[in-house]
């Protein structure tokens, strides 16, 4: 895949252009010329298309502009799009016919709406459309960005990971959830164990938890200060996924803060519309026309390879003891009954369960509720019938070569899961790999249940006489990369570190099923 490469000047106007917007914010910029603020990005590719964005710092014209060839010989100009304050001077914009397979170069510019002679400076950036034909396909993913405390601290680096797996060139990333900490307030200053200072880059809306339509996109635009995450924003796609963080640690639609003195608005109703707005704003996500802010869908990526986003969030129910025995709302029946759907119609090798929690990890909310789906040991009970659901209907519809990815828990893990082990036993065995942070506090091990029989084959985290929240520069940041080869359609799973060794790794052959 070609490499290109973001200017240092390029890939640091945005945290500048951000930084005096916020200090000045009376700052008359009529005389100036526009600026892209945060880089650009892609997301859900697909054989024909994808989805770009950026942001300006004004009232501007986006104008796109892509060709097949790295120096835009013949570029094919697309229909402009305005943006403005209402979506935070942000804008989508869904490239159509495209060439499948092929390496697509986009040049971005902004035109200031006031005096349309004063154009930005252009980004450029790449991603390659899915493929409809046998090829070979690579991929990265991982969850967790500036966690518990741990921000931009430009001195080390900034967010490194990203700079890792932007060495892998992969074809795209798929961001398994807590994509921002929007519940998790930065300090200028942490001291570490060693002595040493981690300095946070520091913004008026990372001080204090998001409540507001315009803190909620900001925590947003905070990651994306970083030069290592738009760098790797402009060449890879982004296929995202939201869990928790997004709005704050754990929540559920009918929950109310009344305990939690960090927050004057106490619905999480309310929190989630705004962060709900900020998600799909700040994001290229591609909107669908029945429900445009939903979560779950699928992105095709050629014959190989099918990619099902699972949204364990939007629809659930309350955080129980999760032992109801009809069960309790977690998936949800449309996501649930779309899901059957689509995996029955997938031709696909491979189908790609991304799922923003682990299936057979505890993940409690307190000491008497739970998080994720699993409760104990035992058998199908609560959420997890929703599971257990799906589950038995992959093995009933003669569904093959189901994976499982996610992240969540701060620490990397395979895991096996197989009905000779399990309380539940309707369903075919099937790998669920976990990795993350990508940049935030490292945590684990979590413990597990039996309900679906997971056996942990692999698993690095902090140990216990480290203590919990380590910080990234303690090296435990993770991500996942996955090689599917056109010729064998083997699955190669690797488990990652930041520093780019490779821990554990897995060769899957695909199951014929007629």
């Given at each position: 895949?070609?490499?290109?490469?973001?200017?240092?000047?390029q890939t640091l106007?945005?945290?500048a252009a951000l930084m005096t917007s916020l200090a000045m914010p009376g700052l008359s910029r009529a005389q100036s010329r526009p600026i892209l603020t945060h880089g650009v990005q892609s997301g859900d590719i697909a054989h024909d298309g994808a989805v770009l964005w950026s942001r300006a710092d004004r009232e501007a014209r986006m104008m796109v502009e892509w060709s097949t060839t790295e120096s835009f010989q013949n570029p094919t100009q697309v229909q402009a799009l305005n943006v403005g304050a209402p979506t935070d001077y942000t804008g989508k914009l869904a490239l159509t016919g495209l060439p499948s397979d092929q390496d697509i170069f986009y040049r971005m510019q902004m035109v200031d709406l006031g005096d349309l002679n004063a154009t930005s400076k252009p980004i450029t950036g790449h991603f390659r459309t899915a493929p409809q034909g046998l090829r070979d396909i690579s991929f990265v993913w991982s969850g967790d960005t500036a966690g518990q405390g741990w921000g931009i601290d430009i001195d080390r680096g900034g967010m490194t990971t990203y700079a890792t797996m932007l060495q892998h060139a992969p074809d795209f990333m798929i961001h398994s959830g807590d994509t921002v900490y929007a519940d998790g307030p930065l300090q200028h200053e942490v001291e570490l164990k060693d002595g040493t200072l981690w300095k946070n880059v520091m913004i008026a809306q990372k001080t204090k938890v998001a409540e507001t339509l315009d803190e909620f996109r900001k925590q947003y635009l905070y990651n994306m200060m970083d030069h290592n995450v738009q760098a790797f924003n402009a060449q890879v796609p982004v296929l995202y996924q939201w869990d928790d963080h997004e709005v704050t640690n754990n929540w559920y639609p009918n929950e109310q803060l009344i305990s939690d003195?960090?927050?004057t608005e106490k619905s999480v109703a309310r929190l989630a519309a705004r962060a709900t707005r900020a998600f799909h704003e700040m994001t290229p996500i591609r909107s669908n026309p029945s429900e445009p802010e939903r979560v779950y869908r699928k992105v095709s990526y050629g014959p190989l390879l099918d990619i099902f986003f699972l949204d364990m969030r939007t629809y659930r129910g309350d955080n129980t003891a999760n032992t109801e025995a009809e069960g309790a709302q977690f998936l949800g029946a449309e996501q649930l009954a779309w899901l059957k759907q689509e995996?029955?119609?997938?031709?696909?090798?491979?189908k790609i369960m991304a799922s923003d929690m682990p299936l057979g990890m505890l993940v409690r909310d307190g000491d008497a509720a739970f998080e994720n789906g699993a409760n104990g040991d035992g058998p199908a009970l609560g959420r997890e019938l929703d599971i257990a659901e799906l589950l038995r209907f992959i093995k009933h519809a003669r569904v093959a070569n189901t994976v499982w990815l996610t992240a969540d828990v701060h620490y990397t893990a395979a895991h096996h899961y197989s009905?000779?082990?399990?309380?539940?036993?309707?369903?075919?065995?099937?790998?669920?790999?976990?990795?993350?942070?990508?940049?935030?506090?490292?945590?684990?091990?979590?413990?597990?249940?039996?309900?679906?029989?997971?056996?942990?084959?692999?698993a690095k985290h902090r140990s216990a006489d480290q203590g919990v929240n380590l910080p990234p520069s303690d090296g435990y940041q993770f991500f996942g990369k996955v090689d599917i080869a056109a010729d064998t359609q083997v699955m190669t799973v690797r488990l990652m570190d930041s520093a780019d060794t490779e821990l554990w790794s897995v060769d899957l052959a695909p199951t014929r099923r007629t």
């Open positions: 895949m070609p490499q290109i490469k973001l200017s240092r000047r106007v945005g945290s003195d960090r927050y995996l029955s119609a997938s031709q696909a090798t491979w009905p000779d082990r399990a309380q539940f036993q309707d369903f075919d065995p099937f790998w669920e790999f976990v990795s993350g942070p990508l940049h935030a506090g490292t945590f684990g091990p979590n413990d597990y249940d039996n309900t679906f029989g997971p056996e942990v084959r692999f």
